[in-house]
């Protein structure tokens, strides 16, 4: 009789530890969570982050902190997700041209983009825009290649960093265009862009998310976008094929990504409440108002996603033979 009661109270005990273990994982998250943004504030990887962070708040019932940890061409903000505990309270919010360039780019990158991340959501991608200091006396992108041709050496282009699509962009243009300018690389797209309306750079190639408000306020001139289509956002600003310029179609992206190893359980939580953030028409018209467009994918989907353009991108930047070190 004692033994059998002996065994009752394991089992008991047991099922009490299995009932805590499960009540613990349905009560994700009970603290806050923080989106790492490895720019600076003010460019589009930055929009992106606050694009969900107050709706996700309150979908999830905890703080969502964004965090800017810019720097190092984004590696600073990759590493410190990538080596972050893989318990869904630090999330990284990736920037194409950091998460599949960089490995391509740096002979020893701090991070693998598929071996140290779990794909959590995709969230949003944008053409380029290429966009000039309004002291160029240039009006698109015809009179560009001529002024540049005319004066060979002479014109720069910024980025975000070293290998960013914005480097990417601004070497692939050269190779098309026949042209030579140099690149000034900046900590993200914010302090760029604040150089370019000072004068103190002549162009940047970026998403619309970075400049639309300025070119908007005729603060900054647009010479043509790198999508197939005219954005609603920027009406007036022809493509880059409408003014000669073939394959020069340039899509950034972002999404959002967790240390390797976090519970399937609260990826499929997170992606799920932010699929459904993304369904919202008012956030899909703040996007695409500032050039940008929402699309939701399963982590599965993501993944395989991950790897295609990890693939393509390592492609683009062999044949154009750029390097960031």
């Known amino acids: 009789m004692k033994m059998n009661a002996f065994i ?12 805590l273990s499960g009540l613990a994982q349905e009560t994700y998250p009970n603290r806050p969570i923080t989106l790492v943004v490895p720019t600076s504030p003010g460019g589009t990887t930055d929009f992106t982050a606050r694009l969900i962070s107050e ?12 965090e800017n940890k810019g720097g190092a061409s984004g ?6 997700v990538a080596t972050a505990k893989p318990d ?20 020893k990158a701090p991070w693998d983009p598929i071996k140290d991340f779990t794909p959590v959501a995709f969230l949003t991608k944008a053409p380029q825009v290429v966009v000039a200091t309004p002291s160029l006396p240039v009006s698109d992108l015809k ?24 480097h990417i962009a601004g070497e692939l243009l050269k190779q098309i265009t026949g042209t030579r300018m140099a690149h000034i690389p900046y900590k993200g ?17 970026t998403t619309p998310a970075s400049v639309v408000g300025q070119i908007k306020g005729d603060k900054l001139k647009a010479l043509g976008v790198t ?10 600003v022809p493509t880059t094929s409408e003014q000669g310029i073939k394959n020069f179609n340039l899509d950034s992206w972002f999404a959002l ?31 695409e108002d500032s050039g940008t467009f929402v699309e939701q994918m399963t982590p599965a989907q993501l993944a395989s996603f991950t790897k295609k353009e990890y693939d393509y991108w390592g492609n683009v930047i062999k044949n154009a033979s750029i390097t960031a070190e």
């Open 88 to 107: 869904g309270y630090t999330l990284l919010v990736a920037y194409s041209g950091y998460q599949v360039g960089n490995p391509h780019l740096f002979k």
């Open 55 to 66: 709706s996700l708040s309150k979908a999830l019932g905890q703080p969502v902190v964004v």
């Open 75 to 80: 590696n600073i903000g990759g590493q410190a």
């Open 143 to 166: 009179e560009l290649t001529a002024y540049a041709k005319a004066n060979p050496g002479k014109l720069n282009y910024a980025s975000s960093g070293n290998g960013s699509i914005q």
């Open 257 to 287: 990504y967790a240390p390797a190893g976090t519970p399937p359980d609260v990826v499929k939580k997170l992606n799920t409440e932010i699929n459904k953030i993304l369904a919202r028409p008012e956030i899909q018209k703040k996007a």
């Open 227 to 236: 999508s197939q289509t005219r954005l609603s956002a920027l009406p007036n």
């Open 8 to 19: 009752k109270t394991l089992a008991a005990l047991s099922l009490g530890t299995l009932a």
């Open 189 to 205: 797209a914010g302090p760029a862009v604040q150089d370019l309306m000072a004068g103190q750079v002549d162009l940047i190639i």
